[in-house]
């Protein structure tokens, strides 16, 4: 499903994020992204979805280009992945709801289908009855699996999440993790880029590790060496 | 497109412009002024050709005979004047004919010319019409040779006058609108700039949940409209009542100008005004999304 090869990545003023890293994930995988802060994950999980272009290289995701896509067609590919980032990035003037039926209305959804699917979403994150709350009133946690519902409520392909538990304490964390696991078994690709090696050894899935722009390791059922 | 999607630009748009609102006021004023200015000109230029072709309609030359003259040496003159080739018509006004159609052109303020019957200063006046507008200089001079002629009167040097007058203003108006006009939009360019940092975070949610770029830009495209909008209803609305009580104010101190006061020549005016506004308003908008859209 998502295919880079040979994918080099120069930022303007000379910095080398990515060098010649071919890679390739299928459909319905869980991967780890790994490696020291720097190694060029965060540069990665943009090229997927064409915050960045790359210098060199080619990337394939559900059958299309996304170096030669169009300007146009870039909103399309991203209603195709849901994001979950670090620092939540919720709006704090719209309740738990609007930020979740915001990813919606931006598709032009219509009002029948937000109503329908926003509950649904949130009631399989657990918030069912924070709906009407503001994200300022919620825990680190809480606002994290508003993220996630905002995410998974077009129905992605693919979930990216930049260092989701960053900003969590372990046990939030770990209850993440079970829903993150929840929406992989239900068939969605995940990709996760962290530094949480507990989680990573944990879950005994595909790790790719990076380290200075490079792919030095790349393992099914892994776990987070540099560590050791 | 849905009600709550269009609910929900509107809603941005009239938030944006309370939230700044000291730049959007200074916009606003901008637009204002520069509309206020074009539409006053074109009123004026329309005026001044109005009066020049109700003028130029009637280019014609009035010969002023002496007062001794009598009414045998008329009709010679009437005569001999109507046998010449340039001449299409001849109109002999007498004295008392010519006073009761000033009366007339004063209309409800002809007291002013009461009294003036026992004495009438209004000489006997032959009109005459020429075939071409060229005719009338080289003849009025000939006229005035004549010895019965007092003086003689043509009103060509002042149609010329109006239309080269009409024309100047026409240029400088325009020229003042399109300078004010710039300004204006560069002034909306710069509230829209600084509603869209006030919403960057906001902008960069949308863009990640796979918003089009018209979707992001519509609210500030509108915002930008509103501006423009409120600014030429302010324009429209001084033009237009300023306008009308001034009309109302020169039809009753000098009677006899030829103004527009059809309202269906004043109503596109003002239909172009909220147009050029509203256009004002995108245009500024859209320069200052071009460059944020593709960070
Ligand atoms: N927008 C940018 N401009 C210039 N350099 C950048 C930019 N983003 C990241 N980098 C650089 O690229 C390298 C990889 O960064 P990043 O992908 O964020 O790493 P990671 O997510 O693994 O910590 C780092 O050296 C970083 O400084
Ligand atoms: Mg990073």
Redesign the pocket.
Known sequence: MIQLQNVTKV???G?K?LSDVTLRINKGEFVFLV?P????????TKLLYREELPSRGQIIFNGKNVVRMRQKDIPYLRRKIGMVFQDFRLLSQKTVAENVAFALEVTGASNREIKKTVPAVLSMVGLAEKAGVFPGHLSGGEQQRVCVARAIVNNPILIIADEPTGNLDPETSWELMKLFKEINRRGTTIIM?THAWDIVNAMKKRVVE?TG?KIVRDEEEGAYRYED | MRIKTISYYFREAFQSVVRNSWISIASIGVVAVSLLILGSSMLLVMNANNIAANLESSVEISVFLKDQTTPDQIKDLENKIRAMPEVTQVVFISKQQALEEMKESFGDKKDILSGLEEKNPLPDTLRIKTITAGQVAPLAGEFESFAQVDQVRYGQGVVEKLLAMSKWVRAAGLATMILLGIAAVFLIATTIRLSVYARRKEIGIMKFLGATDWFVRFPFILEGMVLGLAGSLIAVLVVYFGYLSLIGNIQLSLPFMQLVTDRDLIKPLMGGLIGLGLIIGATGSLISMRRFLRA
Do not use: I, V
């Not at chain 1, 802060?37 to 990665?44: E, V």
């Open positions: 930022y303007p003023g910095n994020a490696g802060s720097g190694a060029g994950k965060s540069t990665l880029a990076l722009g």
